[in-house]
Every structure is written in C-alpha cells, then in structure tokens.
C-alpha cells in the first residue's frame, strides 16, 4: 500500500510568484485535505476535495485554489505569493471524512515552501 | 482564534516513566479527538483517538482521557521510551465537519 506522498520537498519562490504544490492520495482514499503549518504553529486547515470538488474551507484567500484529478491526485495553487506563506504544506488523505463519523487522515511528508 | 490549546511547548521525561501531554479546546461542538506524532522532516502519524461517548481509549503504551467538562484531554505514555521522542499535536472535530483544529504541538524528549 502507497501512502501521501508530495511534491516536490522543498521551493523557493519570490513574493509576487505563483506556486503549484502537488499531492498523490494513499491508495483507496477519495478524500485530500491541504493544511498550512507556519513555524512553531500546529497544521491549519486550507481546503478539502472530495470526488473532484472543493469539500471545505478554512480561513484562506482566494489566491488559494486547489484541483482534485479522477485519480485523488491533488495540486494546491497559490497566486501572488506573500512572504508570510513560507510554510510547510501538508497533504493528508482520508477514505471520507466527516461522514459516519471521524477517521484519521494519513499526511504525506509535506512540501516546505519559501518565500524570498 | 486557537481553538485547540497545548500550553506546555517541551516536555522531558526519564525513560521507563510515564509521560502526560495535556491538551485544552474551547469549541463545545467538537466531538472527536485524534493524537498525531510528528518526526521531522514526515508528515504527522495519527496515534489515538477518542470520541466524546468515551472518556478513555486504550491502544497499547498509549491512553488518552476526555473530560468534557472541563474541555480537556490528555495522553499518556506508559513506559516512556526514546523512540517516543517527537512533536505530539492534539487535533479536533466536529460531527460531520471535514477539518482538523490542531494544536502547536509539544515537544517530547525521552532520556535515556
């Protein structure tokens, strides 16, 4: 069995760039949730697809968009990159959360971005 | 607004005791807690769970208690050991809710 895996493990970006984070479902989830986790801060909850469709939003921007693909595979897209989203981003994948109760959601290893 | 709380930053633990890392919530509609461990440079690994019927689950080393009055829960390790040494977060949900709150982590250390 395959778990999270993402790409790529490290970016360096300057302000006002655009970046596109990818992500590849554990084997048999339909569910990936995208979370940002700042230095020294827990993991905050971006945005979750399910079946192709955005599923939840945390409290994120816009220029914060994702795509689920047929195959659970997952991008995060950010546009004008703000220093202040240097951060690991974490991809984390689940049968189907939220329905008939909670399951755990199994994270890749994260991408770490910088912003110059 | 954090609603998931871990106040203590570090904790150091001789190997063979017992470790309690604490955690505090403030949303009462939440109702499903996980425990994740975090080594650097992974992803968090879900540990334990517990769902608010429960005020006490079992896995092995690991327990983790729920009182939901006081909006508190705890994991404990018993016996500590150096492979323990990691990020442990405490996250929560809500029934039905697609997201994860998550706390800013403790950092355990188990001494040889």
């Known amino acids: 069995e395959t778990g999270v895996t993402q790409s790529p493990t490290h970016l360096i970006k300057t302000r006002g760039q655009q970046v596109t984070l990818r992500c590849s479902s554990q084997s048999g989830h339909n569910t990936v949730s995208w979370y940002q986790q700042a230095l020294g801060q827990g993991p905050q909850f971006i945005f979750q697809?399910?079946?192709?469709?955005e599923n939840g939003r945390g409290n994120f921007p816009p220029r914060f968009s994702g795509l689920q693909f047929p195959n659970y595979s997952s991008e995060l897209n950010v546009n004008a990159l703000e220093l202040d989203d240097s951060a690991l981003y974490l991809c984390?994948?689940?049968?189907?959360w939220g329905v008939g109760g909670s399951d755990e959601q199994f994270f890749g290893p994260g991408t770490r971005l910088t912003v110059l | 607004d954090q609603q998931v709380k871990q106040n203590s930053p570090s904790l150091s633990v001789q190997e063979g005791r017992i470790s309690i890392l604490n955690c505090d919530y403030t949303?009462?509609?939440?109702?499903?807690f996980l425990w994740y461990k975090k080594y650097p440079a992974e992803g968090p690994t879900f540990l334990i769970s517990i769902s608010s019927i429960k005020d006490k689950n079992e896995d092995g080393r690991f327990t983790v208690f729920l009182n939901k009055s006081a909006k508190h829960l705890s994991l404990h390790i018993v016996p500590s050991q150096p492979g323990d040494s990691a990020v442990y977060f405490c996250?929560?949900?809500?029934?039905?809710?697609?997201?994860?709150?998550f706390g800013t982590g403790t950092r355990l250390t188990v001494i040889p």
């Open positions: 996250a929560a949900s809500g029934t039905g809710a697609n997201n994860l709150f």
């Open positions: 949303n009462s509609m939440f109702d499903y």
């Open positions: 984390a994948s689940s049968p189907m």
């Open positions: 697809y399910y079946r192709e469709e």
